[in-house]
Structures are given as C-alpha cells and as structure tokens.
C-alpha cells in the first residue's frame, strides 16, 4: 500500500470538506449545443425544478449519494471528470466540481450522453425520481441568454 502524500492528503481535506457543505451548482460556461435549456420542454423544466427544489435541502454529499450515476472516465472537461446526475431514469445533468460547486455543462434530457456506459440501477429507496414524460418536444425557453451566473441552492 502506498504512502498518503502531503498533496493526495490535502486534496483529499478539500473533498472532504466541500461534501459536507450545502450544495451548489452554477453556470459558469456556456452548456454544450444540443444540451441547453431551449433543448428541453415543459415537462422536462417542472422535472428539473423539482429536482432543484430537492437539492437545494441537502448537502453535496448527499446530492452524491442520492443522484450521482456512473460516468464515463473519458468523459472530462478542462481536466476535470465530467459527473453525471439523475434528475429521472433518462433525464440526467452533467457538470465537472470545481471549488466545491457544481458546474453544469449539459442539460441531457433524453439520456444521449454515454448512455452505453451509465449505471442503469435504479436510484437507492427513498430517493425522489421524477415521470420525465415530455408532453411537447417545443422549448417554451425561446431566447438565448449570453449570461451565465451562480446559483447557490441553500435554505
């Protein structure tokens, strides 16, 4: 078994300490074509509200351990590993941790992203998941926002 370095120790102290603050997403880069909020329809925007509702109660440890699913190791964004979130069965958001925050990068309402390589099991017992059904495939979010700010979902 190898030695803890001083460096693996302290970045391991940061993780550590930002799982147990509240969590916090934010958009800090423009979300990737085809993944962006005028993608998706009414019911997929009330899917991600409630989704939002819930998160903005609990901690990033346990919006890790409630919707956090299996990505890709490829998957990575500025040198950073691209985490997968489960708003539904299909819908999932995705975004890379930097300073303790969520960035999201991709709204993926219909699952597109890797799907061949997502851990498929349901969501633990207890853990609110949402219909998903789409009853339009038109974006009620017509314009486009140049704008991109912080969120920071707390109570």
């Known amino acids: 078994m190898g030695k803890l370095?001083?460096?693996a120790l302290q970045k391991a102290t940061k993780l550590t300490s930002h799982l147990s603050l509240p969590f916090t997403l934010c958009f800090k880069y423009k979300l990737q074509n085809g993944y962006t909020f005028n993608d998706l329809n009414t019911a997929q925007i009330r899917d991600l509200q409630k989704f939002?509702?819930?998160?903005?109660?609990l901690t990033s440890q346990q919006v890790k351990q409630r919707y956090e699913r299996e990505s890709d190791p490829n998957d990575?964004?500025?040198g950073n590993q691209v985490t997968h979130y489960g708003i539904t069965q299909v819908?999932?958001?995705h975004g890379t941790i930097e300073n303790g925050q969520f960035v999201v990068l991709r709204l993926d309402p219909r699952h597109h992203v890797n799907k061949e390589s997502y851990d498929m099991r349901p969501p633990p017992s207890g853990v609110a998941v949402f219909s998903g059904k789409s009853q339009s495939s038109k974006s009620?979010?017509?314009q486009k926002s140049q704008n991109y700010s912080t969120i920071r979902l707390t109570t």
């Open 5 to 7: 370095t001083k460096g």
């Open 52 to 57: 939002l509702d819930i998160v903005s109660q």
């Open 76 to 78: 990575t964004f500025n």
């Open 91 to 93: 819908f999932h958001i």
């Open 140 to 142: 009620p979010l017509k």
